[in-house]
Nanobody, 118 residues
Framework: QVQLVESGGGLVQFGGSLTLSCRISGIIFRIYDMAWYRQAPGLQRERVASITNTGTTNYADSVKGRFTISRDNAKNTVYLQINNLTPDDTAVYYC????????????WGLGTGVTVSS
């Protein structure tokens, strides 16, 4: 069974930075494309960044230049570095399968909350 554990969120000021982590167990991590998603209050979950199993990255237009996704296959962990945070980044952040949109591992973690104060 896949388990995803996100961490690193918190309350930060406008313009601040955070690094989120997501450790995954129950899969052969290195063969999967991975992605970070977020869900803001009252909105649908959206994909913000993805990384293929070979390290190619892609970002939503709203976060390009501010978010950086990376992975450590030895640690079964995917990271999201977030810079220049704005209140619009306030959301719960999740990791899950990347690749074709709409696919996931069949379960989701609890996510990690990011709140940006103005």
């Amino acid at each position: 069974q896949v388990q995803l554990v996100e961490s690193g969120g918190g309350l930060v000021q406008f313009g601040g930075s955070l690094t989120l982590s997501c450790r995954i167990s129950g899969i052969i991590f290195r063969i999967y494309d991975m992605a970070w998603y977020r869900q803001a209050p009252g909105l649908q979950r959206e994909r913000v960044a993805s990384i293929t199993n070979t390290g190619t990255t892609n970002y939503a237009d709203s976060v390009k230049g501010r978010f950086t996704i990376s992975r450590d296959n030895a640690k079964n962990t995917v990271y999201l570095q977030i810079n220049n945070l704005t209140p619009d980044d306030t959301a719960v952040y999740y990791c899950n399968k990347g690749g074709r949109p709409g696919t996931d591992f069949g379960s989701w973690g609890l996510g990690t909350g990011v709140t940006v104060s103005s």
